[in-house]
């Protein structure tokens, strides 16, 4: 069992687990988790985790939105200077929020891989911390581990979770912590930007992936090689969704379920919809955030859906 650190169990939060009749399974709402997303875990791990001296430098991160706002929250409660570099196209909601917690900001690229390799840069030139937000191991042992032990504390019987997979960090932790025990880990993502999925078919981690522009943000990008081995060893199946079913989920979530979900988040939903799961009592959908931005939320509840 990973052991978290006092203050990371201080500055987050233990999160519901949901029945969502609809869908005949249960979801676990890392939605409702400080910052809005499970990524405020592994940040929460890694600061707690690091010494006197290493906060003293900063920190510095590429992220898409939901992980540079976790550690900016992190950051301010524990006096750690925290930079972002955030691609061109990132989310109003996620960088008004890293600013609220006094997050600096760096937006540059068009993609998450062209922000990671000028954090990258960035953190040498300046002698901080790189935090990846899914190839290190206290961001995978809190954001993944630790969900993992709160699930089976709060579903005893838990035989399958269903997780997003975009650099592959929270799938990794969960597998690691849950399939030696014999729970069934799977994984969706977006077609348009599937690098997991890939990688393991390849048989390498593809670090960066040129694939394209999707509704979520937060799974594009490639892969890291401690989360590769983790996936590759544990899960078997990663299941693929199209934009419209992916936009038809979050409306879904809305109407159906009462929960605001961001897209990134709303792919397990649409797997669960088509049928290709099957899902019971034993099963847990893994909500991993809820932070999209209002007026595209409104744009898509009022557009038809894709499907009857």
């Given at each position: 069992m990973v052991r978290i650190p006092e203050i990371a169990s201080v500055l987050c939060r233990r999160t519901p687990l949901l029945w969502a009749a609809p869908l005949g399974c249960y979801l676990k709402l890392e939605s409702m988790q400080r910052t809005?997303?499970?990524?405020?875990?592994?940040?929460?791990?890694?600061?707690?985790?690091?010494?006197?001296?290493?906060?003293?430098?900063?920190?510095?991160?590429?992220?898409?939105?939901?992980?540079?706002l976790a550690l900016s929250c992190a950051g301010?409660?524990?006096?750690?200077?925290?930079?972002?570099?955030?691609?061109?196209?990132?989310?109003?909601?996620?960088?008004?929020?890293?600013?609220?917690?006094?997050?600096?900001?760096?937006r540059h690229g068009q993609t998450y891989d062209d922000a990671e390799k000028l954090g990258r840069r960035l953190a040498t030139l300046r002698d901080s911390l790189f935090v990846s937000s899914f190839d290190d191991s206290d961001v995978i042992d809190g954001n993944g581990a630790w969900l993992g032990q709160e699930i089976r504390e709060q579903c005893p019987k838990v035989k399958r979770i269903v997780v997003p997979i975009g650099?592959?960090?929270?799938?990794?932790?969960?597998?690691?912590?849950?399939?030696?025990?014999?729970?069934e880990i799977l994984g969706v993502s977006p077609?348009?930007?599937?690098?997991?999925?890939?990688?393991?078919?390849?048989g390498r981690a593809l670090t960066e992936y040129p694939g394209q522009r999707t509704v979520c943000e937060e799974l594009e990008g490639g892969v890291g090689w401690r989360s590769y081995r983790a996936v590759k060893r544990y899960i078997e199946?990663?299941?693929?969704?199209?934009?419209?079913?992916?936009?038809?989920?979050?409306?879904?979530?809305?109407?159906?379920?009462?929960?605001?979900?961001?897209?990134s988040a709303a792919v397990v939903i649409a797997a669960a919809r088509?049928?290709?799961?099957?899902?019971?009592?034993?099963?847990?959908?893994?909500?991993?955030?809820?932070?999209?931005?209002?007026?595209?939320?409104?744009?898509?509840?009022?557009?038809?859906?894709?499907?009857?």
């Open positions: 809005g997303s499970v990524k405020m875990r592994g940040a929460a791990v890694k600061l707690g985790r690091m010494s006197a001296m290493d906060r003293s430098s900063g920190v510095i991160t590429a992220s898409a939105g939901n992980h540079g301010q409660r524990l006096g750690v200077a925290v930079r972002v570099v955030m691609p061109e196209s990132a989310p109003r909601c996620k960088r008004e929020g890293i600013s609220s917690f006094g997050g600096e900001i760096i650099g592959g960090g929270t799938a990794a932790g969960l597998a690691s912590e849950l399939c030696p025990e014999g729970v077609m348009l930007n599937c690098a997991m999925a890939e990688s393991c078919q390849l199946r990663i299941h693929l969704v199209s934009e419209e079913e992916v936009m038809d989920a979050v409306v879904f979530a809305y109407r159906k379920l009462g929960l605001i979900m961001e897209p088509d049928g290709r799961l099957a899902l019971d009592d034993t099963s847990v959908l893994v909500i991993t955030g809820g932070n999209i931005d209002s007026d595209v939320l409104h744009r898509w509840l009022a557009a038809p859906p894709h499907r009857s």
